[in-house]
């Protein structure tokens, strides 16, 4: 998404384009400036679209800050699953040393997994974990590894308890 907040620099969409990418990142934008040391009080001129004349210094601060907040300098993760499922998974998992950033992409259908999942390789993703339905179309059109989802006897198990209970 930073890429695309770039491209917008100059424009009258900068600013929504911004906040929406500070949203996806599942941060506010007090929480983003005070993370990546901007001026809160010029993030929110910007993104209200109060100001369109800020420095390229700020500029380089804000996507720099973006491309932190999705993984752009570590390898990365594209969780594309339902939003409950997406919001109990980590953050990031170290696995021989390497930190994988996990970035959520929550879907409501398959024909949404699949499009996430291409947005994703085109947002420099490395890979790709999702349903097993749609992983088998992702992988058909992606360059990037693709992952099927594992359901365990544990979790089938704990899923069935819930349902159950609500019967």
């Known amino acids: 998404m930073w890429n695309k907040v770039l491209l917008a620099a100059g424009t009258e969409e900068f600013g929504d384009k911004l906040e929406e990418a500070i949203r996806m990142q599942n941060l506010t934008v007090k929480d983003f400036a005070k993370k990546h040391n901007i001026s809160e009080s010029n993030i929110y001129k910007i993104t209200s679209g109060e100001t369109t004349n800020f420095g390229v210094e700020t500029l380089n601060k804000i996507i720099e800050g973006l491309q932190k907040e999705e993984g752009y ?95």
């Open 73 to 167: 300098n570590r390898p990365t993760i594209g969780l594309v699953t339902t939003r409950s499922a997406c919001d109990r998974a980590p953050s990031e998992l170290t696995i021989d040393g390497t930190t994988y950033k996990i970035k959520p992409l929550p879907s409501n259908s398959i024909e949404e997994e699949i499009i996430k999942g291409v947005n994703a390789e085109k947002d420099g993703i490395d890979a790709i974990l999702c349903g097993p339905i749609a992983a088998t179309t992702i992988e058909q059109v992606v360059d990037v590894p693709v992952g099927g989802l594992q359901f365990d006897a544990e979790l089938m198990t704990e899923s069935l308890n819930s349902l159950i209970s609500r019967v």
